[in-house]
């Protein structure tokens, strides 16, 4: 009897376009910087949140497990390609035959709903998905009149429907500065338990948005798949050594 499926996934992001905020909103967004240096870093802070940005990739896996063993029923990537207008897409293979698919945001978020319904709301798997990569595609996908197929939003800081969210269960919902539950970033977590880094090929978040503006897409989302692919690997650690949910 096949048990739950899970949705591993990962997002990446980038700034839009500054001209073409509003006189008023440049001006709240830069409202209290002082130096160039000040302007810069909050410049760059534009890549996080979704009325700044835009979602390079959506990587995801698709697991679920019969018995023992565990099944991949999908691995791809949902890949932004600004040139194109909607309805026009085309395919590339990346490294370990993983397809990208590339077409324009609002397609890569029309699909990403798709697949939750053609895996009829599966578990969502994430690293930090909660706080950033499911209300970044939440309002990206109303940005676009998109009306997102289910809430992922549903529930409450300390309880929250369908979704494992690594950093939460890591930290045991409990995220702190210094001490036992402190919070580490994904590389620090990943090196700790024996996983291999996404990092390890040169590129990390920080890089996404200079890479996009570079047209290095493919790079990005096989930067992205690498951290889904690890992201799993954390989760089945996870699962076996400190989820007490399933007992």
Known sequence: MAEETYFVFDIETAPTDWDALSDSQKEYWLRGTNTDEEIQERMFLRSLTPLTARIVCIACMVMQKVGQDWSMLKQGVLSTNPNLEDLQEYDKILVNDVKMKLCSEKQVIEDFWKLLIYYKNPTLVSFNGRNFD????????????????????AGTKFNYPNHIDLIDELTFFSPTQYGATKRFNFDFYAHSFGITSPKAQ??????????????????????????????????????????????
């Open 134 to 153: 499911v209300p970044f595609v939440m309002l990206r996908s109303a940005y676009y009149k998109i009306r997102p197929k289910y809430n992922l939003m």
């Open 202 to 247: 040169g590129i990390d978040g920080s890089l996404v948005p200079e890479f996009f503006a570079q047209g290095k897409i493919e790079e990005i989302s096989e930067y992205c798949m690498r951290d889904v692919v690890a992201t799993w690997e954390l989760f089945k650690f996870w699962n076996d050594y400190l989820n007490f949910k399933k007992y």
